[in-house]
């Protein structure tokens, strides 16, 4: 179990590499891996909540592959010990990249695929 409810998921929950596993139960490769898979694309704050006005953090609400950017989090909760929000699951960076931030091979170059992640009831 990751989490018994919405506040235990955006607080203290069982997400690490040995829980955050692909539709097929194999494990996303993390940091220090190659290649580097851990971004999670979430769009939201720590909290859970989206951003407020202006500050897209959805590449234009899921629509675009090259403006804008998204909020990532890490499935392995792990990253450059320098950087600050690196062991948060869904905002511990912005997209970025050649792209503009949004496209295939801007969420590859920060170490992640694209990828989407569901939470379900068992």
Known sequence: MIARDVAEL?????????????EKGETVNGYGDQPNR?????????DG??????????????TSSTQGAAMLGH??????????TV???NAAHPSRGPDGGCSQA?????????????????
């Open 38 to 46: 851990h971004d999670i694309l979430t769009g939201s704050q720590p």
């Open 10 to 22: 955006h607080g203290a929950n069982k997400i690490d590499k040995a829980t955050a596993l692909t």
């Open 106 to 122: 801007d969420l590859k170059s920060t170490g992640g695929d694209g990828l989407l992640y569901c939470f379900a009831v068992n």
């Open 49 to 62: 909540t989206a951003f407020a006005g202006q500050d897209d953090r959805t590449c234009k609400n899921w």
């Open 87 to 89: 062991k948060s699951w």
């Open 75 to 84: 499935s392995d909760i792990n990253g450059p010990p320098n950087f600050p």
